[in-house]
């Protein structure tokens, strides 16, 4: 059985706008409009999608701070929104750009809380602790006020807040909103650490793809409330159609060169781009166009996955 | 009710939660809100600057009105019933108990205005610790750092610098010591209830101004409510307000004494809980706004 579970959830805002002046216009949103999808215990999923997909939405209903309109949800056996405070007790939760932390005290402090919130046993707080202090490097920070932090510090911080109490899942989302290459690394290096050796579920918000390239086997891409993609990053390729590009440099410059099985996007002098599906073979068309046309240098490049999406949030809004 | 088994730990680091209010869950928590009632007092105590600066304002003004009291006094001996040490006590005594007592709002309250705006408010919904109680613990840890900070040292000044009648009796000082603690909560119980305001309009700075001026009237900020006149004196000796200042003061000037003194308690933790009691219904209201409405 999974441990996460959703069938046909929808969750719609009605917002009250000022149309006139004593009319108001009532207007419903559907911020999640019947997702459904399971996550079996130990996975790591990359949830993704535009701005106002209804990622956020969605975590929030995991969490239990938003009921669904209609639908079954189910975390840990239980109705999150129900249970609240009972399954807040299994779960972690960070929000990139919230801090669950005590402000204007040390960082130990807001930890020490959270062993008594979450009555953590004394063996498992120590070695919990010391298990995070490592692997996030937080030796130097425990006694700075949280409001000296950096934000990266910062994240790291409320990253062991919310994993002190063993939970069985960790949402999180953006969790390396606004940091710098080395802290994502650090939060990714950890995160997967938490996946693989503790087997944390673990579901993670993101709009930065390396996040999911590196951490996450599965990824869902929603869009308007639905999930559009399930499936592995790969697969994201094929049903993206993303393509290749094979970057040709001719002997001098001239017309758009025509061959089969790929079109050219782009001409700039003797240097021109000729697009082809990924799964197809760059050989022959490289055979084809080294037998008709004078060769300089030639390149393939392979599709970026931030294409591929950007191609697939696209095709969502026109359809 | 239970979690269903087989839904339970994946793994042994996983801690069971069987949900029972056993007598270890009850030490448990309140050695939580014990926890957060520390954490807010060794909080205030960082703003040192402010701190100072704060005590330096009460004392000066406690000086301003014990000089304004003492000319009242001299044209109009036995006003009110005080004689004059006694109204100038007053002055130093309610100085001490304003912030700790928070008669002007303030407090956590800034705190939750700041969540509102951020929406950090979502966070504490989903946290496993009790909204109000949270707010409470918060509040009484702030309260006994300004008892110290912002209370003691101006008395002390005001001591020195006058003639105040203060009690030798430890067990009326005992008793004073409970009623700033059930003001505390009263005023606490107050408070919170706008804050929660913050679910509903946009901003409660509005309200809060409001209750500010009511507040500082009704509590005998300004002058002891025994000065009122008539009608509004009667109305003022039954709103919740009279449970900052009033009651604590006169128990501590022992113008209460024996019977007046139980009722007097009485009167505080009568308020207190009622205000607690509505802000805890205001409270699964907003729950339900947020959680349902979302937000
Ligand atoms: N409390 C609310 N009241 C009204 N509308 C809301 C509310 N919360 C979310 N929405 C709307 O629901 C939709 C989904 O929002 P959501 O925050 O889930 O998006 P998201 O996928 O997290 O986007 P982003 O990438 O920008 O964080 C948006 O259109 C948003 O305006
Ligand atoms: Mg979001």
Known sequence: ?????????????????????????????????????????????????????????????????????????????????????????????????????????????????????????????????????????????????????????????????????????????????????????????????VNTRQGTTVLLTTHDLVDIEQLCGRVMVIDHGRVVYDGSLDGLHAAGQSERTLVVDLAEAGPAIEVAGARVVKVEGPRQWLAFPAQQSAAPIVAAVAA???????????????????????????? | MEIPVGLGPENGAHAPDTGQLSRDGRWDTGRLYLAIAKGAFRRYSTYRAATVAGTVTNTVFGFILAYTFLALWQARPGLGGYDTAQAVTYIWISQSLLVTVAVWGGGFQDEVQDRFRTGDIAIDLYRPVDFQGWWLATDLGRAAFHLVARGLLPTLVGALAFHLR??????????????????????????????????????????????????????????????????????????????????PTDILLERRTGGAVLTGIAFQLVWALVLLAAGRAAQLLATRKVVVQGG
């Not at chain 2, 009263?186 to 309009?201: D, E, K």
Request: hydrophobic share 45%; with cysteine.
């Open chain 1, 292 to 319: 008709r046309y004078p060769l300089a240098d030639l390149s393939v490049r392979e599709p970026a996955i931030e294409d591929v999406i950007a191609r697939m949030y696209a095709e969502v809004a026109i359809g």
């Open chain 2, 166 to 247: 203060l009690p030798t009796d430890p067990l009326v000082w005992a008793v004073f010591l409970l009623t700033v603690l059930i003001a505390v909560v009263a005023s606490f119980g107050l408070r919170f209830l706008v804050s929660l305001t913050g679910f509903w309009l946009h901003d409660s700075e509005g309200i809060r101004a409001v209750m500010l001026v009511v507040a500082m009237f009704f509590s005998g900020m300004l002058l002891p409510i025994g000065l009122f006149p008539g009608r509004l004196g009667e109305l003022a000796h039954v709103l919740p307000w009279a449970a900052l200042i009033q009651i």
């Open chain 1, 1 to 193: 059985m999974s441990l996460i579970e959703l069938q046909d959830i929808r969750r719609s805002f009605t917002i009250r706008t000022k149309a006139g002046r004593l009319r108001r216009e009532k207007r419903e949103v559907h911020a999640v409009d019947g997702l459904s999808f399971s996550i079996d215990a130990g996975e790591c999923v990359g949830y993704i999608g535009p701005n106002g997909a209804g990622k956020s939405t969605t975590i929030k209903m995991l969490t239990g701070i938003l009921v669904p309109s209609s639908g079954r949800l189910r975390v840990a056996g239980v109705d999150p929104a129900r249970e609240r405070v009972r399954l807040a007790r299994r779960i972690g939760v960070v929000f990139g750009q919230r801090t669950t932390l005590w402000w204007d005290l040390p960082l130990r402090d807001s930890y020490e809380l959270a062993r008594r919130i979450y009555r953590i046993p004394d063996a498992r707080y120590r070695a919990n602790l010391d298990r995070c202090i490592e692997l996030l490097d937080l030796g130097g920070l425990l006694d700075t006020p949280v409001r000296q932090l950096s934000l990266g510090q910062r994240m790291r911080g409320d990253l062991a807040a919310a994993l002190l109490h063993d939970p069985q899942v960790l949402y999180l989302d953006e969790p390396t909103i606004g940091l710098d290459v080395v802290s994502k690394a650090r939060v990714r290096e950890f995160l997967r650490e």
